[in-house]
């Protein structure tokens, strides 16, 4: 195994030289530590920081509680694999992911395929990729809606996503976050990081 360092604290791992393929990737031994795989690379970033998982419980706690009330479906935080693309060797493990009643079927051990909303805590090290890169993703492979929350704007970015368009929305503080994917929900932005 060989590893760089990508965005100074991403380690990038390459096994014997070669690339993993989606089954050596699922073969390997069940951690908590957050791993992905981008078309057979594997990347590492750093263990969230004590702010980053304090918001990603609390928000966390709020979709939970909304989602069960109205029985909409399933929420679950990281590590959870995300495969996104099983022929292109793309698995993610976003902070959260919310799931819809009526395709739980996509549950089986993991995620096999997009979730209807992906939730991404932005962190100094991989707040670039994940707005970008992992964004990008998102949309090709059919997420419907992916929100970059922002602990240092205290703001939360809804992403709504098509495989053609993409339309963002901040909201700050004293607002309520307006979801597509959760339109009843109500959520004051400021409760998450305070």
């Known amino acids: 195994m060989t590893s760089g360092v990508d965005d100074g604290t991403v380690v990038v791992m390459e096994y014997g030289g070669r690339r993993l393929t989606l089954r050596e990737y699922l073969a390997g031994e069940e951690t908590n530590r957050p791993f992905e795989l981008a078309y057979g690379v594997v990347r590492e970033p750093a263990a969230p920081s004590w702010d980053h998982q304090m918001i990603v419980g609390r928000l966390l706690v709020r979709l939970d509680s909304h989602v069960s009330r109205y029985q909409l479906g399933r929420v679950i935080q990281s590590p959870i694999d995300v495969v996104l693309d099983s022929n292109r060797d793309l698995v993610v493990q976003p ?8 395709r739980l079927h996509i549950c089986r051990k993991r995620i096999w395929g997009a979730p209807d909303l ?15 890169v992992k964004l990008s993703w998102f949309q090709e492979c059919g997420v419907r809606e992916c929100w970059l929350v922002d ?3 205290n703001q939360v970015h809804v992403v709504s996503l098509t495989t053609t368009t993409r339309s963002s929305e901040a909201f700050g503080e004293d607002a309520l976050v307006r979801s597509g994917v959760l339109p009843r929900l109500r959520l004051r ?6």
């Open 151 to 153: 602990p240092v704007e």
């Open 189 to 194: 932005v400021r409760d998450l990081f305070t």
């Open 95 to 102: 902070d959260l992911v919310f799931i819809a009643a009526d």
């Open 118 to 132: 992906a939730v991404e805590v932005l962190s100094i090290g991989t707040a670039r990729h994940d707005s970008t």
